[in-house]
């Protein structure tokens, strides 16, 4: 049974970083496409970014495209979103998500294309 657990979630000033990590268990980052999705009040939930499983490569959202990285740790079977220079529109609840092996790259930002999902953590971004 694959679980995803997110953390680092919390308060934070527009312009600053904040740190966010899922950690897996019952599988390995390595072994799927991981993703972070976000979804505010009143808002659909919309992708941010995805690193692959194998030789990772990463997508990013138009929106947090040169503000936020995704990266994996597979000694410690975690993969991260660094967030910098968040705007009070990054405000959100943030998830993550997991599909065993690949998803085409096209694919990417679809909500269904991912099989596990973490419960998600807010961020709030002040103003």
């Known amino acids: 049974q694959v679980q995803l657990l997110e953390s680092g979630g919390g308060l934070v000033q527009a312009g600053g970083p904040l740190r966010l990590t899922c950690a897996v268990s019952g599988s390995h980052v390595t072994l799927m496409t991981m993703g972070w999705f976000r979804q505010s009040p009143g808002k659909e939930r919309e992708f941010v970014a995805s690193?692959?499983?194998?030789?990772?490569?990463?997508y990013y959202a138009d929106s947090v495209k040169g503000r936020f990285t995704t990266s994996r740790d597979s000694a410690k079977s975690m993969v991260y979103l660094q967030m910098n220079s968040l705007k009070p529109d990054d405000t959100a609840v943030y998830y993550c998500?997991?599909?065993?092996?690949?998803?085409?790259?096209?694919?990417?930002?679809?909500?269904?294309?991912?099989?596990?999902w973490g419960q998600g953590t807010q961020v709030t971004v002040s103003s």
């Open positions: 690193i692959t499983y194998g030789t990772p490569t990463t």
């Open positions: 998500a997991a599909k065993p092996g690949g998803i085409l790259p096209e694919n990417m930002g679809l909500e269904p294309e991912y099989r596990y």
